[in-house]
Nanobody, 124 residues
């Protein structure tokens, strides 16, 4: 059973940066597209972006230019580099595995394995 585990969350001031990691228990990056989502209190889970098996990336408009997804396949880790953070970026951040292999969609129902989440708090 594949497991995902996020780390690197914390408290940061507005304008600062933070990098989240998502470690997986198996070698899945060559087969599956991986995504990052976030969920703020009282809001639905929000798609942030993906990285596919050929290292292609796509981002939601709200984070394009500020967030970057990358991976280290040798270490079975994907990253979410977040720059120019804003108070509205405060949320629990999740990594997830696409249920459709390399294909992907921007809806949470399209992902079948999730990490436990990492809290990111941005102070003003």
């Amino acid at each position: 059973q594949v497991q995902l585990a996020e780390s690197g969350g914390g408290l940061v001031q507005a304008g600062g940066s933070l990098r989240l990691s998502c470690a997986t228990s198996g070698r899945i990056f060559s087969v599956y597209t991986m995504a990052w989502f976030r969920q703020a209190p009282g809001k639905e889970r929000e798609f942030l972006g993906i990285i596919n098996p050929t290292d292609g990336t796509e981002y939601a408009n709200d984070v394009k230019g500020r967030f970057t997804i990358s991976r280290d396949s040798a270490e079975n880790v994907i990253y979410l580099q977040m720059n120019s953070l804003r108070p509205e970026d405060t949320a629990v951040y999740y990594c997830a595995r696409s249920a459709y292999g390399s294909a992907w969609a921007g809806t949470s129902s399209s992902y079948d394995v999730w990490g436990q989440g990492a809290q990111v708090t941005v102070s003003s």
